[in-house]
């Protein structure tokens, strides 16, 4: 024990020894309370920090939450367009089985036209046949007209 604080064993009496521990508990009392006051303005402290910690984490979410909802409604705008224009061409298109229909209506009219188109070649050869005949014919007229012509002349001398 530390000398000079603890009496020597001749000088307790009961009252000295009740005021000794009194003191002891007022000194330990007094210990604990600041002990007890420190520990609670640390827990203070601590809360005070992680109340500021929520707060800056909650306006991070925040933050976080609109940008996310931005780029949802940009998103979301794009894919719209995307799907209008994808209706707007899809109005536009025809069934397969419609166009392939269409294909082979065009093909019977084509060898329709071919057909027809044969059959007056045909007509235009038969009919410049007959012209080049007709030609012909006059070119041996004249030719005989002018044999006729020669043989007068040859007479008339």
């Known amino acids: ?10 000088e307790w009496t009961l009252n000295t020894l009740k005021k000794y521990v009194i003191a002891k508990i007022d000194g330990n009392d007094e210990r604990y309370k600041q002990e007890f006051d ?4 640390a827990v203070k402290d601590a809360l005070a920090a992680q109340k500021e910690l929520t707060n800056a984490a909650f ?10 909802e931005d780029s949802q409604r940009t998103y979301n705008q794009g894919h ?3 799907s209008k224009k994808m209706e707007d061409q899809y109005k536009l298109m025809i069934p397969r089985t419609e166009h ?3 294909i082979r209506a065009m093909d019977d009219k084509n060898q329709d036209l071919n057909k027809k188109i044969d059959a007056l070649s045909i007509r235009l050869t038969a009919i410049e046949s007959r012209g080049e005949g007709r030609s012909s014919l006059w070119g041996y007229i004249i030719g005989g007209i002018g044999a006729v012509a020669i043989i007068l002349s040859f007479i008339k001398k």
């Open 38 to 41: 420190n520990q609670k303005l």
């Open 1 to 10: 024990m530390v000398q000079g604080k603890i009496k020597s064993m001749s």
């Open 100 to 102: 392939q229909g269409a």
């Open 59 to 68: 306006n991070s979410s925040e933050k976080a939450i609109v940008k996310a």
């Open 80 to 82: 719209n367009d995307l």
